[in-house]
């Protein structure tokens, strides 16, 4: 069965500083894997998505992940966070084939910006 | 729509009531999920929908639960005799076309409470 790790719960940095949210995942073949965002109020909202090639992939507002196979690892960076950004981060794994794409969450880090 | 919608957006019911949450997915969107959030966790799922066809309902928790979507747009998903272990955020997420690697777009989910 798949599964989602995201190891930190909460996370706390700066604004204007580095931020990188981890996320390990478990699947018996090749991935697809995403990142959402969702912040008070609002639905979750693609960040990005890695489906194959190039293992570092561009998403919206800055962000970037990297897919490393030997570590089953999607961590998600951005080189310099806006207060914007604070809201919860869910990381998903879904079928590499097969119909449909039955998402598999983590259980979220919920990023706080001080100012 | 310009989005996913979902109705109600809140819903308090008293334990033991039936309860219909509605899904209206981006037009002309083929797939059709229906995920449950509980607080502090992530998205779970629940099933699916290809067109008016339900693919996968592996996800749901009992029998009280069960979805339709009988013309292939909207979705209903209804939870018979509610327990308080029912209360969480329901999400719908459409996407199109049936390609594993399509975008799930999430509506802003229903918060239901059953007291």
């Known amino acids: 069965a798949q599964s989602v790790t995201q190891p930190d719960i909460h996370i706390t940095v700066s604004e204007g500083a580095s931020l990188e949210l981890r996320c390990n995942y478990s699947?018996?073949?090749?991935?697809?894997l995403f990142w959402y965002v969702q912040s008070p109020g609002q639905g979750l909202q693609l960040l990005l998505k890695?489906?194959?090639?190039?293992?570092l992939v561009q998403g919206i507002k800055g962000f970037e992940a990297e897919f490393k196979r030997s570590q089953s690892s999607f961590n998600l960076r951005k080189p310099s966070v806006h207060w914007s950004d604070a809201a919860e981060y869910f990381c998903?794994?879904?079928?590499?084939?097969?119909?449909?794409?039955?998402?598999?969450f983590g259980t979220g880090t919920q990023l706080k910006v001080e100012l | 729509g310009a989005g996913v919608s979902q109705s109600p957006r809140y819903k308090v019911t008293k334990r033991g009531q039936d309860v219909a949450l509605r899904c209206d997915p981006i037009?002309?969107?083929?797939?059709l999920y229906w995920y449950r959030q509980a607080l502090g966790q992530g998205p779970e799922f629940l099933t699916y929908?290809?067109?008016?066809?339900?693919?996968?309902k592996s996800g749901l928790p009992n029998d009280r639960f069960s979805a339709e979507r009988p013309e292939g747009s909207i979705s209903t998903l209804t939870i018979q005799r509610t327990e308080q272990r029912d209360s969480a955020m329901y999400r719908c997420?459409?996407?199109?076309?049936?390609?594993?690697?399509?975008?799930?777009?999430f509506g802003p989910g229903t918060r239901l409470t059953v007291l």
């Open positions: 997420a459409s996407s199109t076309p049936l390609s594993s690697t399509d975008t799930q777009y």
């Open positions: 699947y018996g073949a090749t991935p697809y």
């Open positions: 890695y489906f194959s090639g190039d293992t």
């Open positions: 998903a794994v879904g079928p590499a084939t097969g119909g449909g794409n039955k998402l598999t």
């Open positions: 037009s002309g969107h083929v797939s």
């Open positions: 929908f290809n067109y008016e066809a339900q693919q996968d």
